[in-house]
């Protein structure tokens, strides 16, 4: 029986299936706290291993270092750890890349380009990072996220997202205040004003736009209240439900649950999609009735990404949807 992978998809392009929460650890210590969540919670989001914010001044290349060691380590048995280097006007940025992607560039789950100022900045880090993979004999293409959180890169946002081997499109909200120099008041990096003011939510709006329609994933920015997990599952849920995003950071254990809770797909219509899908591979993809309703390929596809995404978010799935689409 044809796989829902090949049946459906041959006409265009969809929207990766990654998780929808994206944890960011700076040091060793912190990264293996995220590795020992992922084998508590199942393999329901990513870990961020951050050298930007996370090095020390002075030690980059030690840090570097550390990051390839523990993610090509047994403590990371998913494989879902990424890394975010330094910027595009930072003096290291291509040491990141020539120890990162050297060293792990087969194991690394994506890499992250932070305050990239326009679309060139951008397009030269992935430039040398495809360069790197090449010199190292890495075929596969090493998915990329570029943040969002500067006038520059909002401004070719549309043409950021066509970029080469670009997964993710991150909003980075804190930024983007500061560069209003105080014209966005700084209580607008909190809800409600990070969704309410019309500077924000036009940016948010507008990136998301950009993300989806390249097929491309938008990313939420993260909740600065980390002791009050509800304040993160409702902004979870109003970034998912009001802009389309459909992935978001999280920097507190706490966190990472509550964003993965809020942003599960409506599964009132699983068990209905799984039934279906299972009745279309039967018929070899071609129109069914279920239920009094009429289905094809259209709703086939709509169903599939329902079914991944609800995979992703840690649900069991009919044993016969199981063994059929993932084993």
Known sequence: MTHPNQALFEA???????????????????????FEMQKKLGPVFDITCDCEDGAETGKEVEHAQMIVRVVNSDANPFKMAGTRIHDHSHKDWRQDVDILVAGAGETLAYITLPKSTCYEDAKTQIEYIQKVAKENGIKREIPIHVLIETHGA?????????LPWLQVLDFG??????GYQGAIPAINMRSPGQFEHRLISAAKARVAQAAIQNYVIPCHNVTLDLKNPYQTYKDAERARNEFGFMRMWSIYPTQVQAIVDAMKPDFTELVAAQNI???????????????GELHDRATYRYFWELVQRAKFSGVALLPEAEKRFFA
Do not use: R
């Open 12 to 34: 265009g392009k969809s929207l990766p299936i990654i998780p929808t929460c994206e944890h960011f650890a700076g040091s060793e210590k912190l990264i293996l706290k995220g």
């Open 154 to 162: 909002l401004n070719d946002v549309e043409k950021i997202a066509t």
């Open 173 to 178: 909200l804190m930024d983007f205040v500061s």
């Open 277 to 291: 899908l299972i009745k279309a591979q039967d018929a070899e993809w071609g129109p069914i009735q279920y239920d």
